[in-house]
């Protein structure tokens, strides 16, 4: 089976064939950094009319290099939401378009769905269940991964995601665009200790996450002028680390039968961040797995992966499906209170 899949949701732009038997065969992305380093953070139209510029192009590269034509494809895998909203639209509507020209099935993606499935491409031992911590730029959730389309979400942030915490974190201390790698690299020169940061939720039985109180603390902490970016960086990382691990701690009291911990998403690239949850799985008797660095950002193999499973599963969808800007991978999961709440 060959599905080829497209990403065009945030800021990357992206297409790749991947094969059922885990292989794959290309993969094209072009970032948007230099178009949104000015404003200092995504601009959605930018992010809109850049995809509309390389998407296509990017798609002919990904079918030339891996050989085939789209006639070999048995599927394409687009992501529907949810994204920013105009960004979303391109890649549907272009996966809608080669679907209806080449006779193909279509396959809607949810973009967190991608996230989440992205740890089996890389691990063709990891089983369902499992434990997902999912931390990205828009959202920070633990869920219990029971099959394609099949997820229970045990607890969500009730305002900033791990990932905009990050962003905003680098904007204050003046690190520059992207923030999550930025803050890393000052971090490794910095003093975890230095700085009192809150552990906002930790100890509350609550299953929650909170990253909004340590935002303001780091604003606090810099206007203070009497500790490095660096110092800052490594404590809000270690502070980070110690919700993440409390919080997922006590989600995991509520899933049985997990067959290993995972974390995926762009925070997921963080050494720091993969260390600390490395340690925590290994208390709680799980095996850890985490994707490689570059899959753990968005992509479009992990797109196509989803399609190789929901294809699998018989899941394709009609050329009428709609981009979403939400959409909640368990929708029946209880409304957490906050007032920025991310499904
Ligand atoms: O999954 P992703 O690529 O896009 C979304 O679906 O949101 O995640 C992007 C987020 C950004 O907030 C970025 O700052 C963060 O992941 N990120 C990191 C690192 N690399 C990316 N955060 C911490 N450390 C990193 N190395
Ligand atoms: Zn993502």
Not at 119 to 124: A, G, K
Request: with cysteine; glycine share 10%.
């Amino acid at each position: 089976m060959l599905i080829l899949g497209l990403e065009s949701s945030c800021d990357e732009t992206a297409a790749a064939l991947v094969t059922d038997t885990r292989q794959i065969l290309s993969h094209k992305l072009a970032g948007q950094e230099a178009a949104h380093r000015p404003f200092g953070g995504v601009v959605p139209e930018i992010a809109a009319r850049a995809h509309v510029e390389v998407l296509t192009p990017l798609v002919e590269a990904a079918l030339a290099e891996a050989n085939v034509t789209l006639s070999d494809v048995d599927a394409i895998a687009a992501t529907a939401g949810p994204g920013l909203i105009g960004g979303v639209m391109v890649g549907l509507v272009t996966g809608k378009a080669l679907a209806f020209a080449a006779n193909k099935p279509l396959i809607a993606i949810n973009h967190l769905e991608g996230h989440a499935l992205s740890p089996r491409l890389s691990d063709p031992d990891l089983q369902f269940p499992y434990a997902l911590l999912l931390v990205s730029g828009g959202h920070c959730q633990l869920l219990e991964v029971r099959g394609p389309g099949d997820y229970r979400r045990l607890a969500t942030t009730i305002d900033d995601a791990a990932g905009e915490a990050f962003d905003k974190t680098a904007k204050l201390l003046g690190l520059g665009f992207p923030g999550g790698p930025a803050v890393e690299r000052a971090a490794l020169l910095g003093n975890p200790k230095a700085v009192p940061l809150p552990r906002p939720l930790v100890g509350s039985g609550e299953p929650h996450f909170s990253f909004a109180g340590l935002k303001s603390a780091v604003l606090r902490a810099r206007d203070a002028g009497i500790h490095s970016a660096e110092d800052i960086s490594a404590s809000f990382t270690q502070a980070v680390i110690d919700c993440l691990i409390d919080r997922t701690r006590i989600g995991l009291r509520k899933i049985h039968g997990a067959t290993a911990l995972v974390v995926a998403g762009g925070v997921a690239a963080n050494q720091a961040i993969r260390s600390g949850l490395a340690g925590l799985a290994a208390q709680s008797d799980l095996r850890f797995v985490a994707p490689p660095l570059w899959l753990c950002t968005d992509n479009a193999a992990m797109i196509a992966w989803a399609g190789v499973e929901r294809f699998s599963a018989g899941q394709t969808d009609t050329l009428d499906v709609p981009s979403r800007a939400r959409w909640p991978l368990d929708p029946t999961a209880e409304k957490a209170r906050g007032a920025g709440v991310k499904a």
